[in-house]
């Protein structure tokens, strides 16, 4: 993926990139700013993929491009989403190996390759999170639908895939049904 920003704002640490929190209060190499703006949401263009909208937000371990993580609006930290049903949370998808006291951004519109379960998936598959904390699957669970996510691949992806294209459109996990 080479995501180029759309935007005319200076200083943008590329999507793909991660950058290590710093506790000097100088300036950061190549004159970035660390960790930059927390929360800041820019759309970047992808010749593959398209457009997409980003989410500038601290890493948590274990985090790999193309994991489902959960995000808090206030903090803007992350955790890997977890196999919890009925959640409600904000997610979105990791888009560098993003871990702890490291920044960068996470996708949360556009089309997006995601980690998944060894599963098959079919064209416009609702999507799931799946029982391993980040990745997802296609199979219906209970309270654990990602909302504002389907399956955007045009032809079956075999279970020995482990990424699926998906298009996400502000995801949230799916909240208590009554």
Known sequence: ?????????????????TIAASADTGPAPAGR???????AIEKAYDPVF??????????????????LVEY????????????????????AVAMSANVASQYGWYCIEGVVPMLKTAV?????????QSATAGRIMPTSASGKQILGARGANLTTVT?????????????????QIT
Do not use: C, H, W
């Open 1 to 17: 993926m080479s995501y180029v920003f759309q935007s005319t704002t200076l200083g943008l640490n590329p999507i793909a990139s």
């Open 33 to 39: 700013s660390t960790p930059g703006r927390l929360g």
């Open 50 to 67: 398209g457009t997409a909208e980003f989410i500038y937000l601290l890493g948590v371990v274990g985090t790999l491009p193309g994991m």
């Open 72 to 91: 808090d609006a206030t903090t803007f930290q992350t955790t890997l989403s977890p196999n919890t049903g009925n959640d409600e949370n904000p997610v």
């Open 120 to 128: 098959q998936v079919l064209p416009n598959a609702k999507i799931y």
């Open 159 to 175: 279970a020995t895939t482990s990424t699926v294209a998906v298009l996400i459109s502000r995801p949230t996990k799916e909240g």
